[in-house]
């Protein structure tokens, strides 16, 4: 059973009080598809570049068992394109560029042989295109699906109806506050589950991430690193960890998903430790098993007196 990841691909410039770099590989889709490709392949991906997308990029991601057999290479085009500077803490940022190019016009069509798939990973774009791809879709299994602040509060309507397609939601804390009109977590939790989402994942950054599910709060702390070079596409290394587990473990039993949340972390804690994907692009299943463990121990504690 194929894995589906639709999202943007895109050229990034980001700056950190430590470092710079131009023109590097960024985009959803690309950072779903990295974190994932160590639990599952092949994966496929769903994008639009221009024809100056590097070549190089598009070898790295086929190296990792990415199938990019529905990405559209518009003639003549140019790629999305991000710049943004961070601020000391790393936990803020300025965008400073947004070129939409060929993702403006981006219109998702699943080729033939992928619409019987059955886990799909919706990278965060407008939720009409999300509604468009579900409904290119055959009957599928398992649905994660990503957003942001700006769906929220533009495109609700829309995003609401993908809510009631989907089987797991992952935003991060604010974007919770900002959907739900509510600062607690939990009752915020509580009021977008009702809107339909079976699953609901809130990220908290440096402080980790909370599931949400029928009876069931779990909480999983996030990795300590000394050094953080580049908070960019943490969050999508965290979802392709996450519905990577779960195509690989075939489950979606509590456990599993606990276990899922830990690797989706696990992946996050890898992606930040460099620029772009390079935190990405070299690992082992074994060394991403040496860090999971790690998780383990943090978290587990003897109980008795």
């Known amino acids: 059973m194929s894995l589906l990841v639709v999202g943007s691909l895109g050229l990034d410039t980001v700056a950190t009080p430590f470092n710079k770099v131009e023109d590097a590989l960024g985009g959803s889709s690309t950072y779903i598809s990295l974190s994932a490709s160590y639990f599952s392949a092949p994966i496929h991906i769903i994008g639009v570049v221009g024809e100056d997308f590097p070549k190089n990029y598009l070898q790295m991601m086929e190296s990792?068992?990415?199938?990019?057999?529905?990405?559209?290479?518009?003639?003549?085009?140019?790629?999305?394109?991000?710049?943004?500077?961070?601020?000391?803490?790393?936990?803020?940022?300025?965008?400073?560029l947004t070129e939409l190019n060929v993702f403006e016009k981006f219109n998702p069509v699943i080729p033939p042989a992928l619409r019987q798939s059955k886990y799909i990973c919706l990278g965060n774009i407008d939720p009409e295109l999300q509604l468009k791809v579900l409904d290119q879709i055959e009957n599928p299994y398992f649905v994660v699906c990503d957003t942001m602040n700006y769906w929220i509060e533009r495109k609700r309507d829309a995003l609401v109806k993908v809510l009631k397609r989907t089987d797991v939601l992952i935003i991060n804390d604010s974007e919770a506050r900002l959907f739900a009109h509510e600062p607690n977590l939990i009752k915020a939790a509580k009021f977008i589950r009702e809107l339909g989402v079976k699953i609901l994942i809130i990220k908290k950054g440096e402080h980790g991430a909370l599931l949400f599910g029928e009876d069931m709060i779990f909480s999983s702390p996030a990795y300590p690193l000394e050094m953080i070079q580049d908070p960019t596409g943490a969050g999508d290394s965290f979802a392709g960890g996450f519905v990577g587990y779960i195509h690989k473990a075939q489950d979606i039993s509590p456990d599993c998903l606990k276990r899922a949340v830990v690797y989706g972390s696990t992946?996050?804690?890898f992606c930040v430790e460099q620029f772009s994907t390079k935190g990405l692009e070299n690992l082992s299943y074994l060394r991403i098993q040496d860090r999971f463990r790690d998780f383990l121990t943090m978290s587990r504690f003897n109980d008795s007196e």
Do not use: C, P
């Open 64 to 96: 990792h068992n990415i199938n990019l057999e529905g990405l559209q290479i518009v003639k003549g085009g140019k790629t999305f394109r991000w710049s943004g500077k961070y601020h000391y803490d790393l936990n803020s940022r300025d965008t400073l």
């Open 267 to 269: 992946m996050a804690s």
